[in-house]
Nanobody, 119 residues
Framework: QVQLVEAGGGSVQAGGSLRLSCAYT?????MGWFRQAPGKEREGVAS???????KYADSVKGRFTISKDNAKRTLYLQMNSLKPEDTAIYYC????????????????WGLGTQVIVSS
């Protein structure tokens, strides 16, 4: 059983930065960040596996960085140069297979944290 709790969301001006965190109760093969804007499908943002595979959505490459602190049992998403189109609810997820970049690879989910980027 894995429980995930996100934190760090908020409202920022375009060009600003936020760091999201996801505290988890136990380790898994992979973890990822997803986001969902109103009326849109949930999409993968960034993911990492214990095998060392990293993946980012094209829209966030060069701006977002995913990292993990196993000692603190916390997953992070550093978001820089934020744009209005980054506005969404961001979810932390974990899985036991694949790369955790798609929802089909994930079994555990946090409740999400809101990110609003104003122009």
């Amino acid at each position: 059983q894995v429980q995930l709790v996100e934190a760090g969301g908020g409202s920022v001006q375009a060009g600003g930065s936020l760091r999201l965190s996801c505290a988890y109760t136990s380790n898994t093969w992979c973890m990822g960040w997803f986001r969902q804007a109103p009326g849109k499908e949930r999409e993968g943002v960034a993911s990492t596996t214990r095998g060392g595979t990293l993946k980012y959505a094209d829209s966030v490459k060069g701006r977002f960085t995913i990292s993990k602190d196993n000692a603190k049992r916390t997953l992070y998403l550093q978001m820089n140069s934020l744009k209005p189109e980054d506005t969404a609810i961001y979810y932390c997820a974990a899985g036991v297979r694949g790369g955790c970049f798609t929802t089909s690879d994930t079994s555990y989910w946090g409740l999400g944290t809101q990110v609003i980027v104003s122009s």
